[in-house]
Structures are given as structure tokens and as C-alpha cells.
């Protein structure tokens, strides 16, 4: 949530610092600003409410001179957005300047407190307290100054700070709110995620809660807030260039549901032993015994995240007979959670940033449980401290709303289903049967979406209606409710999702003449009751939209529209019922001349609770 780039080296920083932030305009997007400063420390800011394209707008033909600079794109958390709440935040003196990203927790206390100092601070936010507290303390030192603002700060923090007394010098701290810094040629950056560092340099530190970094065109150190020294290791990423720009998609949501062909083809290369049925996925840190010995799981998870989850959960119970709960991560956090060592839980997230459920994943490991991650973003938090588990290797998912995340992310787990399974009662047949089966995915992933014009005009159909209803059973519920997710996520047309059979239990209600219902009604082994729930509404004048598979002759009669998807194994339907949910949502959004990648109050990484 929120974006920071920081940049302190030879070059004009403020081209460097406004393309960092267009990288990460997706962690938030109501406003924006940057601070520059040359060797002599004269520093100036500039900021703009709205998209960083405003801020852009109003810079001034000839810029200052500078080497070195703060900047950030802002998701409100503290006060509207406008440019007085737009970060960098400035002490009254002027001297020190921050970027933050986090909440203050104790920011009335401390205001109150350098009010009675007679500091009086202007905007609404939480943040401003810090510069404040940081030229309070500031005695010929940034470094020790910063570490005594950050003694008093409770909650969470990214910062970048700088001061004019000590040019080319960015003081960065990290408290549960990300910080990478970029090793470059006597240039270094920060940023709070590596898109926007892929530009400049792959060689990338990844700062861990309670670390400060004093970064120098030179290079830096990192030490506690206790002034004890800490070696940090240099990462070198993966990522092309290419794979953060839109190429010839128009928007990156699109270009990212393109993409899930090839990223179920990357999640599976090496992990599938065809011959024996079985799975191998190396860094779960389980030994034979302690897999074995797993007799419940948890998975934990927010927004898609969590419906991948959720689908997973039937693959797991099926696949490896063992109970599986799905947790919302902000619900278990704060629930006193039963934690028990016979239970396997896995934090499952994208970004591997979402304070929820690294908070929940903290919970958990804190009452001595296991917690493993499957996680997108190489390095993150939630892949660093998690006990183990397996990255979805889908390439970075840059549009707000997830898609290509939740196939990978349930692809990882259904190859985790298979060989926990595979240690219980699937036989070699069976699990062969179902590699197979993911084998095929990528192409009938493909073909579908080579051949899914339709889904424009169907999307249209849809978008002036009031109302919607995503309905599916078995693991094409948690596929409804992912569809409804992301239409109401980038067309802000209010839909929900329901297990099919549940609609008669109060949703049925809405149901009026034209009243649109997606169903998703592969021909499983759950299909005629689906079907009899597809009656129930169009016995209520509803128009429905079937996602079906080829020569579905029973739905063809009674759908108004059918989508048709290729067929596969009856557990793995969701990866292809998901596929014309999302497209359906993509086309809506831009029906209705939305702001695809960037939908109104979302951000991508949630990195507050
Ligand atoms: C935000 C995003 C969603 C995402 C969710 C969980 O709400 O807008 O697209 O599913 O966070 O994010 P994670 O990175 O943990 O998967």
C-alpha cells in the first residue's frame, strides 16, 4: 500500500524517482509527490493529488538541480487526498523530509506531544509526525536522529528520510512495511518493491523488520535500531523488463489473464513425476515423517488470494483426505487461533506482503505452529519468514485485480494436494491421471481464450444491469465468488458469489425479471444439481449465463447465453471456469470506460491491516 522510490547518485533523480512510481501506481493512486536535493542541501518538493500523471503535469520546465530524491504515490489511510496530505512530509523547520509508507498507531499521542513543543503540524496524516520527531531529535547525526523518532513510533513503517544537512544521504528504516534497496554504479535506490528498481539494476537488498540503511552513492550499511552492525546478503532478480510493461496489451489486466497459460506451464516445469503420479516440489522443509505425520490444514489467505484458496481446500480434501480450513487472515489474527503441531498451514499470497496475513502467519508461527507460504514476489516477507513453501512462479502481477495469481496459486497447492495425497490413499493411477490432466491445462487455457470473442458481448449485456449472481458448487463456489469478486472489483457493478444451492436460502430473493445469474456448471459430478438450481431461477425470470462444456445439451436448452470452456478433470474445473469470470469483468470495466488497472480505492499490495 502506498509506493516509495528513493534514488541518491549522479543523475537527475527526478525522471528515475517519477518512472519508480509509475512501476508502482499500483500500490496506490490518490496522490503523489517527490523531494529532490542538491550537494549544497537546498531541497524541494513537489506534490499533486490524483495519479501520478498530475504531478507529472505540473513539474516545472527547468528542473532544480539535484542528485538525489524521495518520492511516493499514496493510498489514503490518514486524511483525504490532496496535495497537503500527499507525502513527502516536511518538518516545520524544513530541514528533514519523509516518505512513509505503514500506519503511526500513536500519531494523536505524539502530535500532541510536539504540539506542546509548539511544533503545530498542518495535514491530517500520521506521517508528518515523524519528520517532525526526526528534526527534534536531529543533533549532527540523521542516522541516530531517525532511530530515536523510530524508539517512539508504535505501528508500522517504510521510510525514506533526508535532511539538508547531510546531502546524498537517504536514511531508510524498515518496520513491517517493505524497503528494497538497488546496488547500482555509484547510484543507489530504494524502493518499496522491486518493479521499480528492474529499470536501473537486479541487484537488491531485501530489508527486514527492525533495520535501518544509510545509502550512499557508494553503497550502505545496515545496522538495528541498537546501532549493532548487520550484514545484508545482494539478490540478484529474475524479472525481465518485459514482464512489468503492458507490450501490446492495452491494459495489464488483460495482458496478465493472457498470461496464465504460460505461468501454469512455468508452475508445473519440474515439479511433476509423471511415471509415479506423484509431485516434487523442493524448499517445503518437510521431512517424509513430518508429512506423514500432517493431519489437518490451514490455509490463509485475503481476496483472491483466499478463493484460490478456498478452491484449493476441495482439491486438498479430495486429493489427500485430510481436513482443510480456509481462514480470512484478518479474522484469525485476532480470534486466539487453536494452533496445533498436527497441523500444516500455508500463507497464501501474491505479493507475500499483505499485513493481514503476515500477521496472521506470525500468529500461528508464535503458538509454535508451521506455517509455509505460497507466495509470487521472490524475497517477500511473507517468503522470507514463513517455514518454507512454494513460490507460483507466475511472473509479477501488476493490475489491482488479481488473476493470473489464483490459477498459480492453486496450481501450486493442487500439486501440494497430490503429493500429500499421494503419501495417503491416491494411488500412482489416479495421480497420474490428474498430472495428466494439469498438463493439458495450458493449452485448453489457450484455445479458450484465442477463441473467446463472445465474451465482449456478454460483458455488455451487463453492465447498465443493477445486479448480479455468480453461483457454482463444489470448487467452482470459491470460482463464483472469485468472478463476482472481480467484476464488482474493476466495473464496481455490485454482484455477489453463493454455492449454487444456497441461493435458495435468501439470494433468490433478488431475482427478478432479466436478473443476470452466472452459472458455472461444468458437466462434474455435481452437474445435475447445478442444473436444478439453474431452473430454480430461470423459473424466476432470470437470464442466465452458463459457463459450460462442449455439447452440454441440458444447459443449451436452458441458459440464455452458454460460455463454453474446454473439459477436464472434475477437480480442476475452476482453472478454466475462471477464465471467462475474468474476461467478463476486464471487457465491463472497459465498457463502461473505467480505469481498468487501477479501480477506485484498491490497491494491490494491502501492506495496512
Ligand atoms: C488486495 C488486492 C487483491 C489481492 C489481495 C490479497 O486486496 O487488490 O487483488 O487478492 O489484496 O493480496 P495478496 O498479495 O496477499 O495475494
Given at each position: 500500500m502506498c509506493g516509495i522510490v528513493g534514488y541518491v547518485g549522479h543523475r537527475t533523480p527526478v525522471p528515475i524517482l517519477l518512472e519508480g512510481l509509475k512501476r508502482l501506481e499500483y500500490r496506490g493512486y490518490d496522490s503523489s509527490g517527490v523531494a529532490t536535493m542538491n550537494g549544497g542541501g537546498d531541497m524541494w518538493i513537489h506534490k499533486r493529488q490524483g495519479r501520478i500523471r498530475n504531478l507529472e503535469k505540473d513539474l516545472p520546465s527547468e528542473l532544480p538541480a539535484a542528485t538525489m530524491g524521495i518520492a511516493h504515490t499514496r493510498w489514503a489511510t490518514h486524511g483525504p487526498p490532496n496535495d497537503t496530505n500527499a507525502h513527502p512530509h516536511r518538518s516545520r523547520d524544513g530541514r528533514i523530509a519523509v516518505v512513509h509508507n505503514g500506519i503511526v498507531e500513536n500519531h494523536s499521542a505524539l502530535r500532541k506531544r510536539l504540539t506542546g513543543d509548539g511544533i503545530v503540524l498542518h495535514s491530517d496524516t500520521d506521517t508528518e509526525v515523524i519528520p517532525n520527531l526526526i528534526a527534534k531529535f536531529y543533533d549532527g547525526d540523521l542516522e541516530v536522529a531517525v532511530k530515536r523518532a523510530l524508539g517512539l513510533i508504535q505501528g508500522t513503517y517504510g521510510i525514506v528520510v533526508i535532511s539538508v544537512d547531510e546531502p546524498n544521504r537517504l536514511v531508510v528504516a524498515r518496520n513491517g512495511s517493505p524497503i528494497v534497496l538497488g546496488v547500482g554504479e555509484n547510484e543507489m535506490f530504494v524502493a518499496s518493491d522491486a518493479p521499480a528498481l528492474i529499470a536501473?539494476?537486479?541487484?537488491?537488498?531485501?530489508?527486514?523488520?527492525?533495520?535501518?540503511?544509510?545509502?550512499?552513492?557508494?553503497?550502505?550499511?545496515?545496522?538495528?535500531?541498537?546501532?549493532?552492525?548487520?550484514?545484508?546478503?545482494?539478490?540478484?532478480?529474475?524479472?525481465?523488463?518485459?514482464?512489468?510493461?503492458?507490450?501490446?496489451?492495452?491494459?495489464?489486466?488483460?495482458?496478465?489473464?493472457?498470461?496464465?497459460?504460460?505461468?501454469?506451464?512455468?508452475?508445473?516445469?519440474?515439479?511433476?513425476?509423471?511415471?509415479?503420479?506423484?509431485?516434487?516440489?523442493?524448499?517445503?522443509?518437510?521431512?517424509?515423517?513430518?508429512?506423514?505425520?500432517?493431519?489437518?490444514?490451514?490455509?490463509?489467505?485475503?481476496?483472491?488470494?483466499?478463493?484460490?484458496?478456498?478452491?484449493?481446500?476441495?482439491?486438498?480434501?479430495?486429493?489427500?483426505?485430510?481436513?482443510?480450513?480456509?481462514?480470512?487472515?484478518s479474522e484469525l489474527r485476532y480470534r486466539n487461533p487453536i494452533v496445533d503441531a498436527k497441523t500444516l498451514y500455508f500463507a497464501v499470497s501474491q505479493?507475500?506482503?499483505?499485513?493481514?496475513?503476515?500477521?496472521?502467519?506470525?500468529?500461528?508461527?508464535?503458538?509454535?505452529?508451521?506455517?509455509?507460504?505460497?507466495?509470487?514476489?521472490?524475497?517477500?516477507?511473507?517468503?522470507?519468514?514463513?517455514?518454507?513453501?512454494?513460490?507460483?512462479?507466475?511472473?509479477?502481477?501488476?493490475?489491482?485485480?488479481s488473476t493470473k495469481a489464483f490459477t498459480s496459486q492453486l496450481l501450486a497447492l493442487t500439486l501440494f494436494a497430490l503429493k500429500i495425497g499421494r503419501m495417503r490413499d491416491l494411488s500412482a493411477a489416479a495421480g497420474r491421471e490428474l498430472l495428466t490432466a494439469l498438463h493439458e491445462l495450458p493449452g485448453q487455457m489457450q484455445s479458450f481464450l484465442e477463441g473467446a470473442d463472445d465474451i465482449e458481448r456478454i460483458a455488455r449485456s451487463l453492465i447498465h444491469q443493477p445486479y448480479c449472481l455468480f453461483l457454482g458448487r463444489g470448487p467452482n463456489y470459491p470460482a463464483a465468488l472469485e468472478g463476482a469478486l472481480k467484476l464488482k472489483e474493476v466495473s464496481y457493478i455490485q454482484c455477489e458469489?453463493?454455492?449454487?444451492?444456497?441461493?435458495?436460502?435468501?439470494?433468490?430473493?433478488?431475482?427478478?425479471?432479466?436478473?443476470?445469474?452466472?452459472?458455472?456448471?461444468?458437466?462434474?459430478?455435481?452437474?445435475?444439481?447445478?442444473?436444478?438450481?439453474?431452473?430454480?431461477?430461470?423459473?424466476?425470470?432470470?437470464?442466465?449465463?452458463?459457463?459450460?462444456?462442449?455439447?452440454?445439451?441440458?444447459?443449451?436448452?436452458?441458459?440464455?447465453?452458454?460460455?463454453?470452456?474446454?473439459?477436464?478433470?472434475?477437480?480442476?474445473?475452476?482453472?478454466?471456469?475462471?477464465?471467462?469470470?475474468?474476461?467478463?469483468?476486464?471487457?465491463?470495466?472497459?465498457?463502461?470506460?473505467?480505469?481498468?488497472?487501477?479501480?477506485?480505492?484498491?490497491?494491490?499490495?494491502?501492506?495496512?491491516?
Open positions: 536501473h539494476t537486479k541487484q537488491v537488498v531485501f530489508m527486514d523488520d527492525g533495520e535501518v540503511a544509510v545509502v550512499e552513492p557508494s553503497g550502505f550499511r545496515t545496522t538495528d535500531l541498537h546501532d549493532r552492525p548487520i550484514d545484508k546478503a545482494v539478490d540478484e532478480l529474475d524479472w525481465d523488463l518485459q514482464e512489468i510493461e503492458k507490450g501490446d496489451f492495452e491494459h495489464f489486466m488483460l495482458k496478465e489473464i493472457h498470461e496464465q497459460p504460460r505461468a501454469v506451464t512455468r508452475g508445473l516445469r519440474g515439479r511433476a513425476h509423471l511415471e509415479y503420479g506423484d509431485a516434487h516440489l523442493g524448499g517445503l522443509n518437510l521431512n517424509r515423517r513430518e508429512f506423514f505425520d500432517i493431519r489437518r490444514m490451514g490455509l490463509i489467505a485475503c481476496g483472491t488470494s483466499m478463493h484460490a484458496a478456498m478452491a484449493a481446500s476441495y482439491l486438498i480434501e479430495e486429493l489427500a483426505r485430510v481436513p482443510c480450513k480456509v481462514d480470512i487472515a505479493s507475500g506482503e499483505t499485513a493481514d496475513t503476515l500477521a496472521a502467519m506470525r500468529e500461528v508461527q508464535r503458538k509454535g505452529g508451521r506455517c509455509l507460504g505460497v507466495v509470487n514476489q521472490v524475497g517477500s516477507t511473507i517468503a522470507r519468514e514463513s517455514d518454507g513453501g512454494m513460490y507460483i512462479r507466475s511472473g509479477p502481477e501488476i493490475a489491482v485485480a458469489g453463493f454455492a449454487a444451492a444456497e441461493m435458495k436460502h435468501g439470494p433468490i430473493a433478488l431475482i427478478g425479471d432479466g436478473t443476470p445469474v452466472v452459472f458455472l456448471v461444468p458437466k462434474d459430478r455435481l452437474h445435475t444439481k447445478t442444473m436444478s438450481n439453474m431452473e430454480e431461477v430461470k423459473a424466476r425470470g432470470a437470464r442466465v449465463i452458463a459457463v459450460a462444456n462442449p455439447g452440454d445439451t441440458e444447459v443449451e436448452e436452458l441458459a440464455d447465453e452458454v460460455i463454453i470452456i474446454p473439459r477436464t478433470h472434475d477437480l480442476l474445473t475452476p482453472f478454466l471456469t475462471v477464465l471467462p469470470l475474468q474476461l467478463i469483468a476486464y471487457h465491463a470495466a472497459v465498457l463502461l470506460g473505467l480505469d481498468v488497472d487501477k479501480p477506485r480505492n484498491l490497491a494491490k499490495s494491502v501492506t495496512v491491516e
